[in-house]
Nanobody, 117 residues
Framework: QVQLVESGGGLVQAGGSLRLSCAAS????????MGWYRQAPGKQRELVAT???????NYADSVKGRFTISRDNAKNTVYLQMNSLIPEDTAVYYC???????????WGQGTQVTVSS
């Protein structure tokens, strides 16, 4: 069982930046892809960004040009750099690791991001 631990959330003013980290207890090489999802109060969880084992990235339209996902394989860590934050980015952000041959990904416990106007 792999554990994913998110960190880096907090309260920031609109226009500010945060960097989220997701540290895996095992090698992230073993995952097909890793990603960040978010869930705002009263809304469904939604995709924010993903990065494959080969380094290909994908972003939700709402964060393109503002957020950047990256990975450090040596540290078994995935990052989400969030710039130009807006109040609509307020949510709990979850790290996700998609496994080869399985439809059940691993999830972290989430980290709160709050953007004030």
């Amino acid at each position: 069982q792999v554990q994913l631990v998110e960190s880096g959330g907090g309260l920031v003013q609109a226009g500010g930046s945060l960097r989220l980290s997701c540290a895996a207890s095992g090698s992230i090489f073993s995952f097909k892809a890793m990603g960040w999802y978010r869930q705002a109060p009263g809304k469904q969880r939604e995709l924010v960004a993903t990065i494959t084992s080969g380094g290909s990235t994908n972003y939700a339209d709402s964060v393109k040009g503002r957020f950047t996902i990256s990975r450090d394989n040596a540290k078994n860590t995935v990052y989400l750099q969030m710039n130009s934050l807006i109040p609509e980015d307020t949510a709990v952000y979850y790290c996700n690791a998609a496994r080869w041959g399985s439809s059940s990904p691993y999830w972290g416990q989430g980290t709160q991001v709050t953007v004030s106007s």
